[in-house]
């Protein structure tokens, strides 16, 4: 599993011309979930995502989590995340889990954070503010 973080002042997701979804101060996550991923790697991403204290407390320090900040989730499925370029130009891909993506989102709002989440498989049209910029990946195999 494998995600992008951006820090952002808002950020929404659009589909068919219809916004489906939009959170202030928060994270946009895109989220690559490949089929071999696990219960394991979801709770790890989920945790991590949840607790990362990458907002600046009172002394300017990246000390605060999205709870410090009453901050929000927006979660758009990206299965480019894991394009293959090894060979040509042309990009391959692996297949999803679906059904994966959608327990990451449940599972973040069990931790009681605020999240929107794009279409999964849509053709989605993503807006946001990148605050600072702030942009880190995170991937469930490489945690050691």
Known sequence: MRAVIQRVSRASVDVDNETIGSIER????????ADEDTEEDMAYLVKKITQMRIFE???????????????ELLIISQFTLFAST??????????????????????CRDC??????GEFGAHMMVSLV??????ITIDSKQRH
């Open 57 to 71: 407390d009172e002394a300017g320090k990246m000390n605060l989590s999205l709870k410090d900040v009453d901050g």
């Open 86 to 107: 090894k060979k040509g130009n042309r990009p391959s891909f692996t297949d999803f889990s679906k059904d994966m993506y959608l327990k990451f989102i449940a599972a």
């Open 130 to 135: 990148n605050d600072g910029p702030v942009t």
């Open 112 to 117: 009681g954070i605020h999240t929107e989440e």
């Open 26 to 33: 928060g994270f946009l996550v895109l989220l690559g979930v």
